[in-house]
């Protein structure tokens, strides 16, 4: 946030030396303190997901120095525009009715923002917040706004100065052009070269490290069934953090027996590392070679799971499959990164879509080279980037429908390719939280297992499921938020979206970028948390053989997910 406006044309003569204020004394512009407040009271509207008082403040205090910097701007336009270069100050009284609405305004807003609070925390399954948290929210606003604000002061001095050397041989408005422009390209020079250079080699070993951490919890495998274990082309070490607790976890064949009431296998998992192999290719190349070498062509139904940014995949998801088949599966994934999924979004997103793309074809090759009757069901899935790298090997659903026995998707990005096209092609009258799609002949969205019945219309197969909150961000945020309302907010709101959520240009894309960091601290089915549901949604994919909606029902609770990416 840079005062750049007030430091280009408040530059006095050369001529003239304003007096020194004493450093205690701070100095705000009218308009850019009137924007800002405004910025935090919007701040306080209903957004999809609860947040707690930390977090608040931290978001309305950003966003008030956003909207601090966006009116020290418009005045700053508007002086250039009119060649004008200064303007008067804002008279005593304007700072007066400006201090009574804006205290009366904020305790306007902090009241209703306990009720919208309350409401969405409700709509949630979240405790609601204490008496104290709004005191402690507001304090911390205001400590974060005065950093962003104080540090945009320091910036705008600096282009003061620079503006008062180049004055000497240039004209004042040359100076500042040439000033702004240098230090905006030095900026991005700096972010580009070195900040986000060193930043990522910092980050990329923070979280190589944590990739290379052990958990005493799990220890390499003694089955040779799993990645890792005896007789495995995989070191126990090369499979990742994520990798090794997606070996050792499942269910075991005590449980599956127990559960299903028959003698159990124990289901196959492989995995591949990015220390595993040298490149995509290659890694996803050694994954299909430990299924086919541990038998997993054999099982009934192979799963390929496509992985978050860290090699997180949703042992929810994984897990139902096997007690469905009682054990009579093979799951295969890798891992391609080792950044959280929303950092790897940002710069890691193309290796989530070669990754995906990369070991569905060594998988279905292997699978292609067999006799057609002796084939085995073959299903993808992923959650969030997972979902994004799971989708990557077809165009679209005919090619998705022809090359697999079903797929499941959980908390789609608005990157999946797939995803987007059905979401803007539905029926006409079905919302966009919830759409439907060729009368639901082959893919159906789910926000509730209930809604695996919309529409009436008869379900072919093969079958794909999208499973969907109204309430997860990362399905609905999109860069559009910015200037252009969603038809999620126009039309009727999903089951755990306030009524009172409203669109408003840009606040609502910085609110809902805000939920995105919390978009796993809710309960099961609100959010960007997809546990029991999958039970449904696999049981109506695959309709295995003898299962039943009681096994369902039966299955859900012993359904988690204790990590997520």
């Known amino acids: 946030m840079t005062d750049t406006a007030e430091a280009v044309e408040d530059a006095p003569p050369q001529e003239e030396t304003p007096p020194k204020r004493p450093w205690w004394v701070r100095h705000y512009t009218f308009t850019g303190t009137a924007l800002g407040l405004v910025f935090i009271w919007l701040s306080l509207t209903p957004?999809?997901?609860?947040?707690?008082?930390?977090?608040?403040?931290?978001?309305?205090?950003?966003?008030?120095?956003?909207?601090?910097?966006?009116?020290?701007?418009?005045?700053?336009?508007?002086?250039?525009?009119?060649?004008?270069?200064?303007?008067?100050?804002?008279?005593?009284?304007?700072?007066?009715?400006?201090?009574?609405?804006?205290?009366?305004?904020?305790?306007?807003?902090?009241?209703?923002?306990?009720?919208w609070q309350d409401e969405v925390r409700d709509l949630n399954g979240v405790a609601r917040l204490e008496f104290w948290d709004y005191p402690w929210c507001a304090f911390l606003s205001i400590v974060v706004l005065f950093i962003f604000v104080e540090i945009g002061q320091l910036i705008g001095r600096?282009?003061?100065?620079?503006?008062?050397?180049?004055?000497?041989?240039?004209?004042?408005?040359?100076?500042?052009?040439?000033v702004v422009v240098l230090l905006l390209a030095l900026t991005i020079a700096l972010l580009n070269g070195v900040v986000v250079r060193f930043g990522m080699s910092a980050?990329?070993?923070?979280?190589?490290?944590?990739?290379?951490?052990?958990?005493?919890?799990?220890?390499?495998?003694?089955?040779?069934?799993?990645?890792?274990?005896?007789?495995?082309?995989?070191?126990?070490?090369?499979?990742g953090h994520q990798g090794r607790v997606f070996v050792s976890a499942g269910p075991t064949v005590e449980e599956l027996t127990e559960f299903n009431g028959k003698p159990a296998m124990e289901p196959i998992?492989?995995?591949?590392?990015?220390?595993?192999?040298?490149?995509?290719?290659?890694?996803?190349?050694?994954?299909?070679?430990?299924?086919?070498?541990k038998g997993g062509l054999d099982r009934e139904v192979v799963a390929v799971a496509t992985t978050t940014g860290t090699g997180w995949i949703n042992e929810a998801e994984a897990s139902a499959l096997e007690y469905m088949y009682n054990g009579d599966t093979a799951i295969v994934s890798m891992q391609y990164s080792f950044l959280p999924s929303w950092l790897s979004f940002l710069v890691d997103k193309e290796n989530a879509r070669q990754a995906g793309q990369a070991l569905f074809e060594a998988v279905?090759?292997?699978?292609?080279?067999?006799?057609?009757?002796?084939?085995?069901r073959l299903v993808v899935f992923g959650e969030s980037l997972g979902s994004f790298g799971g989708e990557a090997p077809f165009l679209a659903l005919n090619n998705l429908i022809a090359r697999t026995d079903g797929a499941l998707f959980s908390g789609p990005t608005f990157n999946n390719t797939i995803w987007t096209q059905l979401t803007r092609n539905r029926d006409a009258g079905s919302p966009e939280w919830l759409p439907i799609f060729d009368k639901g002949d082959n893919v159906r969205f789910a926000a509730r297992s209930?809604?695996?019945?919309?529409?009436?219309?008869?379900?072919?197969?093969?079958?794909?499921?999208?499973?969907?909150?109204?309430?997860?961000?990362?399905?609905?945020?999109?860069?559009?938020?910015?200037?252009?309302?969603?038809?999620?907010?126009?039309?009727?709101?999903?089951?755990?979206?306030?009524?009172?959520m409203q669109w408003i240009p840009i606040v609502t894309f910085l609110q809902v970028s805000a939920d995105m960091a919390v978009a796993v601290d809710v309960p099961d089915g609100h959010g960007h948390?997809?546990?029991?549901?999958?039970?449904?949604?696999?049981?109506?994919?695959?309709?295995p053989p003898g299962w039943t909606p009681e096994k369902t029902e039966k299955l859900r609770p012993l359904l988690s997910n204790d990590e997520n990416a």
């Open 364 to 376: 279905d090759g292997l699978i292609r080279e067999m006799p057609e009757a002796d084939r085995p």
């Open 529 to 543: 948390v997809y546990v029991k549901d999958v039970a449904n949604a696999w049981a109506d994919i695959l309709q």
């Open 269 to 293: 998992r492989t995995y591949a590392g990015l220390h595993s192999a040298d490149g995509i290719k290659a890694t996803a190349a050694l994954a299909a070679e430990e299924l086919q070498r």
């Open 203 to 239: 980050l990329n070993k923070t979280f190589a490290a944590a990739n290379d951490e052990t958990d005493p919890e799990f220890g390499p495998p003694t089955s040779p069934l799993r990645s890792g274990g005896p007789g495995s082309a995989v070191t126990w070490d090369s499979l």
């Open 450 to 500: 209930e809604n695996l019945d919309r529409p009436d219309d008869p379900w072919g197969h093969p079958r794909v499921v999208y499973l969907q909150h109204a309430s997860d961000p990362i399905a609905w945020w999109n860069p559009d938020l910015l200037f252009a309302e969603p038809d999620w907010l126009k039309e009727p709101r999903g089951y755990d979206v306030s009524g009172r």
């Open 47 to 115: 957004s999809l997901l609860p947040r707690g008082p930390l977090f608040q403040g931290v978001v309305s205090g950003s966003a008030g120095a956003i909207g601090y910097g966006l009116g020290v701007f418009v005045v700053w336009l508007w002086r250039y525009m009119r060649s004008k270069d200064a303007s008067p100050p804002a008279p005593r009284w304007a700072w007066m009715a400006l201090l009574v609405v804006g205290a009366i305004g904020m305790l306007l807003m902090i009241f209703y923002f306990h009720r």
């Open 158 to 178: 600096l282009v003061r100065f620079l503006v008062r050397q180049l004055n000497r041989v240039a004209p004042p408005r040359i100076s500042a052009v040439i």
